[in-house]
Nanobody, 126 residues
Framework: QVHLVESGGGLVQAGGSLRLSCAAS????????MGWFRQAPGKEREFVAA????????FYVDSVKGRFTISRDNAKNTVYLQMNNLKPEDTAVYCC???????????????????WGQGTQVTVSS
């Protein structure tokens, strides 16, 4: 089992940047592919980005491609989401998640992930 804690959220103006961190404790993070999801008020949880166990493969939702970068440091048991050129529509609670499955390099649906953090609020003002 792994415990995930996000940090780095906050209030930023449109065009600004934030870097989210997801720190893991318990089982080593290299056992999991990792993802970031977000949920805005009144909306369903949405996939944002995922990274493979080694960090060598990443995948993004189209709306963040070219603006967000997911990465991981397995030695530090931490996953990151660098968010640049933020837009008001990026406002949401961002959660990291861990997937222990081996069927695919990365996963993009909520049901494929086994462990979730509590989330960190990101608010982008116009």
């Amino acid at each position: 089992q792994v415990h995930l804690v996000e940090s780095g959220g906050g209030l930023v103006q449109a065009g600004g940047s934030l870097r989210l961190s997801c720190a893991a404790s318990g089982r080593t993070l290299s056992s999991y592919s990792m993802g970031w999801f977000r949920q805005a008020p009144g909306k369903e949880r949405e996939f944002v980005a995922a990274v493979s166990r080694s960090g060598g493969y990443t995948f993004y939702v189209d709306s963040v491609k070219g603006r967000f970068t997911i990465s991981r440091d397995n030695a530090k048991n931490t996953v990151y989401l660098q968010m640049n050129n933020l837009k008001p529509e990026d406002t949401a609670v961002y959660c990291c998640a861990a997937d222990s499955g081996v069927q695919s390099i990365v996963s993009v649906t909520v049901k494929e992930y086994d462990y979730w953090g509590q989330g960190t609020q990101v608010t982008v003002s116009s």
